[in-house]
């Protein structure tokens, strides 16, 4: 019979005593997928009451990659490690929401800005209010040090090229 409770774990021992085995390596990534979902689901769950329903967590990255000062569709999907048809569908969304608008490019006549419109500058306004009420949640329980030693460490080796929305190269055929 197999012992259940030894699988994906490596367990030694000192002297007939059984030592604790270490976290499995497959946690990490699963812990830091919850708490990243746990934070996003809080988060729309108050902007759904606070006013914005229809607000997704990619609206929120599309929101953050067109920036104060706007950027065409092609700036939005390389700023989110996608194409350029993919960011068009999102902005397409987010202008139907409210959240942005289309103008054209003052320096180039062939060119159309994606801007942020006053809505969704409250969502973002809203949004950064939410994160800072979470964290603070987090502090509450955890502590204050624990969580600035979890954000240090996660600063140390997550690397900026991280911070994009092309997850589907993680399941691209080889």
């Known amino acids: 019979m197999v012992d259940d409770k030894k699988v994906n774990q490596v367990v030694g021992s000192r002297n007939g005593e059984s030592e604790e085995a270490p976290t499995p390596g497959y946690e990490l990534p699963l812990l830091l997928l919850g708490g990243f979902r746990s934070l996003i689901d809080r ?5 759904a009451r606070q006013g914005h329903p229809d607000l997704r967590p990619a609206h929120g990255f599309a929101l953050q990659a067109v920036g104060p000062g706007g950027a065409t569709a092609s700036e939005i999907g390389r700023r989110l490690g996608v194409s350029k048809q993919a960011a068009g569908k999102t902005v ?3 202008e139907a929401l409210g959240y942005a608008e289309r ?18 500058f409250d969502a973002l306004a809203r949004s950064a209010a939410v994160f800072d009420e979470l964290r603070a949640d987090w502090v509450r329980t955890l502590g204050a040090g624990p ?11 997550v690397p900026p090229e991280a911070f994009r929305l092309d997850a589907s190269s993680w399941f691209a055929g080889s």
């Open 147 to 157: 969580v600035r030693d979890l954000e240090a460490a996660l600063r140390t080796v």
């Open 43 to 47: 988060l729309h769950a108050e902007l």
């Open 92 to 94: 397409d969304r987010l």
């Open 103 to 120: 103008a054209d490019d003052p320096a180039d006549a062939r060119r159309k800005v994606v801007r942020i419109t006053p809505r969704g």
